[in-house]
């Protein structure tokens, strides 16, 4: 089992910058990928980036460089530094684990409200 808990959202203007954070415990944390999804009402979740044990990243489209995933395996954390947000931005960001051998051993936090609003 992993528990994760996620802090850091909140409301920014566009083009300012917002960092989240995703605390995990519970578990071997290196030995998960961590993720970082959004969702909107009415709409899918959707992938905005994911970061291996090792640091090997993955990245959205939509992401185009603004957003920065990284993780802490000392600290069992993992990050998303959002700069240059823009209005379609605004989602409920989810914290994500996934087990590298039993891909079914998937965990969620809870969601962070982030506003991109001027």
Known sequence: QVQLVVSGGGLVQPGGSL???CAASGSIFRMYVMGWYRQVPGKERELVATITSGGSTNYADFVNGRFIISRDNAKNTEYLQMNSLK???TAVYYCNAVH?????????GQGTQVTVSS
């Open 19 to 21: 960092r989240l954070s």
């Open 87 to 89: 209005p379609e931005d």
């Open 100 to 108: 590298s051998y039993v891909y079914t051993h998937v965990y969620w």
